[in-house]
Structure formats: structure tokens, C-alpha cells
């Protein structure tokens, strides 16, 4: 049970890849603490158990990597909530492991149309939707692998380099706006996204963590409330760690 019930009484939000993981771990936060919250992600089976299980009022099977797709999903999740106050960006996958000059291109474009591309898309529809409100927050998942990089991951790497960039450009569009755009870097953190990489590609991850251990999807979750919050007033176009160490900067 949070400490901070009611914290989010009053706000709406979407949750993409809320199927599971850091998304799932999210939206129950967001509702223990009085959110309504509509769920997207790709997989709709997950979907409705994720639904029962976090008690969110609404959610879309949507693919954001289509543009079209998450302009519907928008208009869908507005008409049922009444408002959008928050948007949390969790929705992504790893693609291949494997060195650069073996990388298949269809991977590629797939990781970079997900992770970038299908956040630029949420963004692009929700933040009118905050605008007119005078009032918004937005936490985009980036990943530690976007200020280090990650050998055979180039392209997990680097959408989640152009994530950062993206927050930031769009964080200092909008500072005066009244809508606050943050992201976190987390280290490898437990999550069904692990079961898309081979286990010495996890444990190499696991590796450079100083703590010696794997994040957890709540721990992350903790600081996403914090910055979808009123009580994060002073902070955007930022970057926050969740590494357990491991980041340098």
C-alpha cells in the first residue's frame, strides 16, 4: 500500500507498455493513489489480466509505432477518462543482440520505430490534449544503455540516446507551458523484456551494476509517481537514475 494515497486524486493518465513490467508496476502505483488510468501496449490478452490486476478503468491494444494507431488510442482514452493530466512512455523492446556489422536491418527499424519513434508519436497527440488544460506531466523510459551504450544492443542503444534528446527538446518547449517532461535511465531491471535477450547478455548487464543486482519494476515506478506528481514543480527536459550505481553522469 502506498503512503501517498490520494496523492493522484482527480488526475488521468495512459501507461504505455502497460501489459507488464515497469508499466504494470506504474499504473497500480498511479491508482493506489487515486489516478484513473487507461492501459495501451501491443499485447491485448496481457492487457485485460494487467486490468484486473492494477484496477485500471480503460485500456487499448495499441502498436505505438503506428502513428495513425496512437492518435486513435488517444481520442479513445481521452473520451473515456475525460482528461489527460499524465503520460508514461514505458512501451519497448530490445531487438537483436548482436554486433553492428551483423545487425538485422528489420531489427533495427522495429527497436527505432518502438522505443523513439513510438514515443514521439504519444507525445505528438497527448501534449495538445495537456496544453488545453494548462497542465501536464510526461516521464518517457529511457535506459542507462542510452548514456553508455551497450555493446550488441546498438540499436536499443541508440533509440534510447535519442529518447534523452527527445525529453529534452521537448521538456524546454514546454517549460512555461505548465506540462513538465522528464525521463529515467534505469539499469537492467527485472521484466519480461529480459526473456528477449540471451541470459549472457543479462548477466553482462548485471555486471557493471555496482550494487550487484538487477533493479526492481517498483523501484522505478516510486520515481515515475514522483515526477508525474504536483510535488515535482522544478524539474524538466531532465534525467533521472534509477542504475544502482552504475551511471557516471
Not at 500500500?1 to 493522484?8: E, Q
Not at 515497469?22 to 485485460?48: C, F, H, K, Q, Y
Request: with cysteine; aromatic share 6%; charged share 20%.
Amino acid at each position: 500500500m502506498s503512503i501517498y494515497r490520494g496523492r493522484f486524486a482527480g488526475r488521468a493518465a495512459i501507461v504505455t507498455g502497460g501489459a507488464s513490467g515497469l508499466g504494470r508496476a506504474t499504473a497500480r502505483r498511479l491508482i493506489a493513489e487515486g489516478a484513473r488510468v487507461s492501459l495501451w501496449d501491443l499485447d491485448g490478452d496481457m492487457l485485460g489480466e494487467s486490468q484486473e490486476a492494477t484496477g485500471a478503468e480503460h485500456f487499448v491494444a495499441v502498436d505505438v509505432a503506428d502513428p495513425a494507431a496512437v492518435a486513435a488510442a488517444a481520442s479513445q482514452s481521452q473520451a473515456a477518462l475525460g482528461r489527460v493530466d499524465i503520460l508514461v512512455t514505458s512501451a519497448g523492446i530490445t531487438g537483436a543482440t548482436a554486433p553492428v556489422h551483423e545487425y538485422p536491418l528489420e531489427s533495427w527499424r522495429r527497436v527505432i520505430d518502438v522505443n523513439l519513434n513510438g514515443i514521439f508519436y504519444c507525445c505528438r497527440e497527448i501534449v495538445p490534449l495537456m496544453l488545453a488544460n494548462g497542465y501536464g506531466r510526461i516521464v518517457n523510459v529511457a535506459s542507462v544503455a542510452g548514456k553508455e551504450g551497450n555493446p550488441n544492443a546498438s540499436a536499443y542503444s541508440a533509440s534510447k540516446a535519442g529518447v534523452i534528446g527527445f525529453t529534452k527538446s521537448l521538456g524546454k518547449e514546454l517549460a512555461t507551458k505548465g506540462v513538465l517532461v522528464n525521463c529515467i535511465t534505469p539499469a537492467t531491471f527485472e521484466s519480461p523484456i529480459l526473456d528477449q535477450l540471451p541470459p549472457s547478455q543479462v548477466e553482462y548487464m548485471r555486471s557493471r551494476i555496482p550494487m550487484g543486482r538487477l533493479g526492481e519494476a517498483q523501484e522505478s515506478a516510486a520515481l515515475v509517481c514522483w515526477l508525474v506528481s504536483d510535488e515535482c514543480s522544478f524539474s524538466t527536459a531532465a534525467t533521472f537514475d534509477t542504475s544502482g550505481g552504475r551511471t557516471t553522469y
